[in-house]
């Protein structure tokens, strides 16, 4: 069973600092999305990384995978408020065919900015 | 934009009762999900369906089947709500690649 894992779950962030979250899995997989909610919201996609050593960057944020190491991070440049929210990475666990969708999650990484 | 729209974004039930939860998409997606959320739990697959009238379980089934009739509308469907089914319920689609898209969710309280 695909055991999804990411660390820490609650981020509490200083306005200008830089953090990291983690996301490690347990079997092969090469498709890795990381999602950010919002309270009472639905999932926004953010990133997807579909390849070993991808790596994406949007903003302040930035997304690596490592398939070798089944460990994806996620990470946060210069945080501001504006990045509060939840961050999941799911991990897509249906490899026989390109289809989205048949995803594993992880439990979430609460983030709230401070000045 | 693609769109999936979820019937209720909250919706309070009684123990027992059967509960409808209607998802619909805009976008002709083959494929179509629901997915319940719960606090240190992320998100966890209910049931999928990759193409109409085709549906396959997903993680946790237990307690819920799923209806699709059309192309464009999933629905899943409690037979006899309990109360450890008080979750928020999250539909997506997506086409057969590529990323897909979620709904605004559904607030499902059973009491």
């Known amino acids: 069973e695909l055991k999804v894992e990411q660390n820490p779950l609650f981020l509490s962030m200083q306005e200008g600092k830089n953090y990291t979250i983690y996301c490690n899995y347990s079997t092969t997989s090469d498709r890795l999305y990381w999602y950010r909610q919002d309270p009472g919201k639905s999932l926004e996609s953010l990133f997807v990384l579909l390849s070993n050593g991808a790596v994406k960057q949007e903003g302040r944020l930035m997304a690596s995978l490592d398939t070798k190491a089944r460990l994806s991070t996620l990470h946060i440049t210069a945080a501001v408020h504006d990045l509060s929210a939840t961050y999941f990475c799911?991990?897509?666990?249906?490899?026989?065919?390109?289809?989205?969708?048949?995803?594993?999650f992880g439990a979430g990484t609460q983030v709230v900015v401070t000045p | 934009d693609v769109k999936v729209t979820q019937s209720s974004r909250y919706l309070v039930k009684r123990t027992g009762e059967k509960v409808f939860l209607e998802c619909v998409q805009d976008m002709d997606h083959e494929n179509m999900f629901w997915y319940r959320q719960d606090p240190g739990l992320g998100l966890r697959l209910i049931y999928f369906?990759?193409?109409?009238?085709?549906?396959e379980k997903g993680d946790i089934p237990e307690g819920y089947s799923v209806s699709r009739e059309k192309k464009e509308r999933f629905s899943l469907i409690l037979e006899s709500a309990s109360t450890n089914q008080t979750s928020m319920y999250l539909c997506a689609s997506s086409f057969s690649s590529g990323t897909g898209n979620f709904g605004p969710g559904t607030r499902l309280t059973v009491t």
């Open positions: 799911a991990v897509d666990i249906n490899l026989t065919t390109d289809s989205w969708g048949k995803l594993q």
């Open positions: 369906s990759y193409d109409v009238k085709m549906k």
